[in-house]
């Protein structure tokens, strides 16, 4: 329900040197030249476990524009790092500098552009980045969505517009709720969204190519998964299936943080998603992907980058040497005989 998911983030950011108030055309410009990784403070440990030394919560798919790859994380108006590598990253702008008056009108409760959960995708020649606002452990959520033609803020076509609401929820009509999102094309070009946290647990519902919103208001919304503890999903298809990735536990705890991803398939976007046991992802089902790991504590939000012939999740976790504080991990991601993807470890040069 991610009781405390805000105001432990408020302290990460801290922890991370996010200061982006009050940022200007030219001060985004210089935060984006300004490197903020430091991997050889990275213990050998954590490096290979995919710590790229950087601070950052509930993080997106990890997009390429160009020779750079990019990701969005929660914070004040939706923050961002680049990298050329994968390995070093560097602080890139801030993305929403001005909330949108239906995003108060939405979630009344949520103030200061504290936005969750982004993610986002490139369709057709436009990026979509969808986020969600909410309040404490309360129903009352949105989903948004901005586009771009590029992620350079170096471009002259760079610009985030406002296209507004995707979905919503209250307490009054709806027993799930809309953070979390993840858009996932499925095989034939189809456009769809998962969100969900606690509650009623996983949903989905298609998009419109062209809008990024949802095809009707009153759109079929299928039911994915289901536990007592349950968020962060990502589509993923691979190989004639689609991967549904979860995670169980609790965030936002620091040390004490129990999430842990969870996995399971379905020949159908719409599901069933059965784990490796044959447990439908409806009634506890999700085979154990990734857990706690020495200091690499609660790993979760998982993304999945397809780039040339490798696979890599990235993720958040709660840093153990680090009182806890969440960081960013990337790791390879393979696939077994029977196609069940599997986390290897980062190869340490020396």
Not at 219 to 243: F, K, V
Request: charged share 15%; hydrophobic share 35%.
């Amino acid at each position: 329900m991610k009781v405390n998911r805000l105001q432990f983030v408020r302290l990460l950011v801290a922890v991370g040197s996010i200061a982006l108030c009050a940022l200007t055309a030219a001060r985004m410009q210089a935060l984006q030249q300004t490197p903020t990784t430091n991997t050889a403070g990275v213990s050998a440990a954590l490096a290979q476990l995919g710590s790229v030394g950087v601070s950052a919560h509930d993080p997106s798919t990890i997009v390429k524009d160009g020779g750079e790859y990019w990701v969005f994380y929660t914070g004040r108006g939706i923050p961002s790092y680049h990298s050329s590598d994968l390995v070093h990253w560097e602080r890139g702008p801030q993305t929403i500098l001005n909330a949108a008056a239906w995003a108060t009108e939405a979630v009344p409760g949520n103030r200061g552009m504290d936005y969750w959960a982004p993610d986002v995708r490139k369709v057709g020649d436009e990026y979509f980045l969808y986020y969600s606002i909410s309040t404490f452990g309360q129903r009352t959520s949105a989903i948004g969505l901005i586009t771009n033609r590029t992620l350079d803020p170096g471009s002259p076509n760079y610009k985030w517009i406002d296209k507004g609401l995707v979905v919503q929820t209250n307490p009054q009509s709806s027993n799930y709720n809309a953070i979390d999102p993840s858009v996932v094309e499925d095989v034939d070009g189809g456009l769809w969204l998962t969100f969900g946290s606690f509650w009623e647990g996983i949903k989905l519902i298609q998009l419109d190519r062209g809008t990024g919103k949802r095809i009707a208001p009153d759109s079929p919304m299928y039911s994915l998964a289901h536990n007592s503890s349950i968020e962060a999903s990502t589509i993923y298809y691979h190989d004639g299936q689609y991967y549904l990735f979860v995670n169980w536990g609790r965030c936002c705890q620091r040390t004490n943080s129990t999430y842990n991803i969870r996995v399971g398939r379905s020949s159908k976007i719409t599901g069933p998603y059965f784990d490796k046991n044959g447990q439908d992802m409806m009634h506890d089902g999700g085979t154990l992907l990734l857990a706690t790991e020495g200091a690499m504590i609660g790993p979760g939000h998982a993304g999945i980058l397809h780039d040339g012939d490798n696979y890599w999740m990235s993720f958040h976790f709660y840093d153990g040497s680090a009182g806890g504080a969440s960081k960013l991990a990337i790791r390879p991601l393979n696939w077994d005989a029977v196609g069940w993807p599997a986390i290897g470890r980062v190869e340490i040069q020396h």
